[in-house]
């Protein structure tokens, strides 16, 4: 939970730095500049509120564990998270119940499926799946009813607003035309969650879909996303308010489910190419994390045919090579005895 102040997060966070701030700066904006022009991918139509974002943004932030900020575009433009709050809602429930019980009880294994498939329920070991597709971010909400006193979903939407907040660093606000629309379609939510209360993963079915869908129509923007995947980086530490979200074990825990289904069907191409954790969600916006360095926040609300956006993605390749992200990438000493990447 959000508490006082503290130092750098311990062994769970890995060594490294960012290159020098001028540079990386420059590498942003010039990575804003020349994906600006990709037009391809297309709105989601998943809920009809979302057609209504305009394709031609592109904000790129990026944020150090240090605290320093480079952004280039619409970084401050707000959009909704989507599915970008399952990490986030999945670091909650493993902070409120432990991790081993929601291991247990949602599963981590990637599907290999569609982020909205009933396969995956119907095929996993009793109904168990992955936190990052939208059965187990279900499974996981329904978790946080059944932990409030009472199982109640208002006490839960508190609580869930009040950490995704904290891994801001500022107050994040529903957005109420996105939520509504997301309502009053999300007639597939409701019916995983029910697989889901078959197999006996969710108490609260109508409880679960309800907490899932407000979080992902909580308001956040590109320069939001860079700075919670920057806090999942440094152990769970806010790197702007220095405040720690969650214990150091959670924030590890959390980046290893991205990495197996963050962007699902397409996770390992994702992994391949980009070589870090990461998370999409269909209102454009991709959060990533470079253990020990900081967190990269894109949105683009033009998507490929597995939800995810294309210039994030793009964005993500890049970056990861040029500012030396990369987890699988071994340090190169040249003849001189200088170390690249």
Partial sequence: MPGQEVEAAGSFVSTGHLPDPARVQGLVEACHRDLSAVADGSLSAV??????????????????????????????APFSVMSV????????????????????????????????????????????????????????????????????????????REVLSAFAGRGLDLDEAIYASAIATNHRNRALANLLHAEGRVANPAGAVDLYTRASCLSVTARDLAVMGSTLADGGVNPMTRVRVVPAEVAARTLAVMTTAGMYERSGDWLVRVGLPGKSGIGGGIVTAAPGKGGLGTWSPLLDAAGNSVRGVLAAQRLSRSLGLDLFASPVVTAAGDVTR
């Avoid at 209504?52 to 605290?67: E, F, R, T």
């Avoid at 939208?134 to 006490?155: F, H, M, R, Y």
């Fill in 47 to 76: 809920y009809p509120a979302l057609l209504k974002a305009d394709p031609s943004c592109l904000g790129i932030a990026v944020v150090s564990a240090g605290g320093h900020q480079f952004v280039a575009g619409d970084v401050d």
């Fill in 85 to 160: 709050a399952k990490p986030f809602v999945f670091a909650l429930a493993c902070e409120r119940v432990g991790i081993d019980s929601v291991v247990e009880h949602v599963g981590v294994d990637a599907t290999g499926l569609p982020f909205n498939s009933a396969e995956a329920v119907e095929r996993g070991p009793g109904g168990r799946t992955n936190p990052m597709v939208n059965a187990g971010a279900i499974a996981c909400a329904g978790l946080l009813v059944a932990s409030v006193d009472g199982g109640g979903v208002e006490s839960a939407w508190s609580l869930v």
